[in-house]
């Protein structure tokens, strides 16, 4: 990447040098100096004055000067006729002037006065004087409509002058008053004028071209004579001579060119005049190359030079290479070999019946423009500070451009080893934090989480009695870390060495890769099945490597509702019969203890105004399930997504979820407890635990299933499992199963919703779900059932006070509360196993396939 910048660094800097050969009009638009007072006092004059603080040099654009008054004003009643009146601006040197600005009489309010027309003449001698017109011949220019405000006009074509003047178009009747700024830059190439034969005319299928220079401001006669124009106008042809850059122009209107036949002696002559004595290095000659149409570059130029009256007589000849291929037009670059002189004499021989020319320019010892790579068209000009005007920034040679190049490649290198260096001391940094800095920085955070728990508490219920799904309820903030947790986790000393317990233990994955066992990873592993950089193994990608598409599309019309069974985060599900569901499948779904027919049906609805991220993970949580086939992990049987709204119609479990069934199943005892004596009590006691175990191994199976294909649930709950016949419990719910780090799941108020108190102190300090962090929820899970669901884990601590527990397990200073043995849960069962599922370190916490066995041990 490095390389690259480089690289493009040093293009870009040899391309801006590259391109400063010649003015560019649409960035030659900076201010000249009236407003920025570059332009002195004793350069601004005028034909007349009304009155001593109405003088020239008041004509300043936004310019107040506290002692006159506000502008420049002629006296009228001297000059009735109008016209004669000027201001005069005198540049001191060439300037390409490419936008004119002017400005009436404003004062604070005092004054009204302004020029509503105007006419510009221009000298670069300050003898000759030449009256701008635009390219349709138009002398007047439209000026001001009030006394205030800044009307620019474009200078189409621009012009080469040191001398410039603003003529109001007045009547007697009428006072007027300008303020006015010039904008273009100055004229490097210092030519004066240049000397042509008239342009030809040339008629192509009918059509009339003309190559004249419409825009020469010199003599016109057989010759044109001490002018400039169009090779001077900043303007290049395009490649097509017939068309041009300025609309609604005759074709040809770009070019100057000359036809072969009226040279008996096969060239052209042009002579160009330089303001003054020059050290000539190269002429760039913009030319048409259309050879399909008889047009070709010069073949050579002969060039002579003159310093005093008479031309030398070694001249430069150059002889450009037959470009035969691309008809594109060009500059072509003729060296002037370094020679001294103040005109110019080239000769140049047709390559073909017609030679072109749109632009001529040249480079001569100081002369370079400071122009940019980005050209504007018609912006506004450029607010350049007084002083700050990058034309009059000109370098003596063109070694001084090689050490600017030179010095702003080494500039970017430097910054770029600069940057190279910083990270790896910051990477060094990160490795070598100290556990007690964590311990600071984790204790910090807890703060902040405190702070804003407190802050939410005020305004949420934490009533201790509400049911589990009041879990969802809370909000919890998610701070910079929990968005990326990989950048914790590697500074933790137990998470540094890479992969830790997965149950299966399958990661295989650096330490860079974090071992992310998260859901979102498989899924990302599901749909690039062919990536190899993912740290599940092959087996594991095999099982997912998708059979997506075998969900098919169950006909909606053989849905029959019969009730609502709940509501969910997606929508409602309902109960429904599903007419011919096990010839659809092709199953004897007797085998798995469905005997009905139509079969009974749970159908899952997506709401129909469902948002597209909720649309989104329900057709997620429809490509995990499809994937995931266990007795008890609930089944997707099949979906309706070809038409809104999405429905998954999944196995019926007749007992609903866990959390209530525990409920009301505490319930019947409690009634039983009242009516029994204590003997009884203890053995229906018995009874319910060996029943409440059995559930639990059905979940650790589940789980277990679940793990060996390294997939996370994050929300392993009570209320996330579903009770059928016979006790059967099977996990659901999967929709939760979210990726949390992305920005596009369910907030409240901008906050994610976790439940806090069945994850681990990894998952919430540092985001980090595995599959040792589902043994934790396990572990909770356990205690729920051993406790009938009777009350919400931690139900004593607010939730602020659940993180501030998480706080201690990370500090592991003796100071954690866990939760109690329920009282019908036998010691071994919980010392042995669901502690084990909340140690710290989670390498240490039992897999699933441990704790099935266990679990099945504990009921012998
Ligand atoms: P969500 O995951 O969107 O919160 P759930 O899948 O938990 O929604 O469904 C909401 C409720 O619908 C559950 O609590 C449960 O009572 C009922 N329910 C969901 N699926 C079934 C099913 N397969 N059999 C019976 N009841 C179900």
Redo the contacts with the bound molecule.
Sequence with gaps: MEVKLITHGVFFILLAAAARAQVNPEICRYPLGMTGGQIQDEDISASSQWSESTAARFGRLDFDNGDGDGAWCPDIMSEPAGLKEYLQVDLRSLHFITLVGTQGRHADGMGNEFAQRYMIKYSRDGKNWVGWHDRKGRQVIEGNRNAYDVVLKDLEPPIIARFVRFMPVTDHSMIVCMRVELYGCEWLDGLMSYSIPDGHQMIYRGLDVYFNDSVYDGASAERLTKGLGQLTDGTWGLDDFLHSHIYSMWPGYDYVGWSNKSFTKGYVEIIFDFDRVRNFTSMKVHCNNLFSRGVRIFKQATCYFRSGSEWETDPVTFRPTADRVSQIARFVTVPLGDHTATAIKCRFHFGDLWMLFSEVAFQSGSAVYNTSLTPRKHGHPTNTLPGDDPTHKVDDSNTRILIGCLVAIIAILLTIIVIILWRQVWQKMLEKASRRMLDDELTARLAVQTQAFSFHHSSLSTDDSSTSNSTYERIFPLCADYQEPSRLIRKLPEFAQTTENSGAGTLTGGSDSAPHYAEADIISLQESSDSTSHSITAVNMNLFAGTDSSMKEFPRHKLTFKEK???????E?H?CEAEGMQDFLGEDLSIEGNNESPLLV?V?TLREDANKNARNDFLKEIRIMSRLRDPNI?RLLAVCVDTDPLCMI?????N??LN?FLCSLRLKQNTDQAETEQEEKDGESMDSYSKLIRMAVQIASGMKYLSSLNFVHRDLAT??C?VGKNYTIKI??F??SRNLYRGDYYRIQGRAVLPIRWMSWESILLGKFTMASDVWAFGVTLWEILTLCKEQPYSQLSDEQVIENTGEFFRDQGKQVYLPKPPCCPERVYTDLMLSCWRRNAKERPSFQDIHIQLMESLA
């Design positions: 069974l709940g509501e969910g985060q997606f929508g599900v109960l749970a899952k609930v999944t196995e019926y479990m007749e609903g979820d209530q209320r996330n579903l659901a719910d929709g939760m």
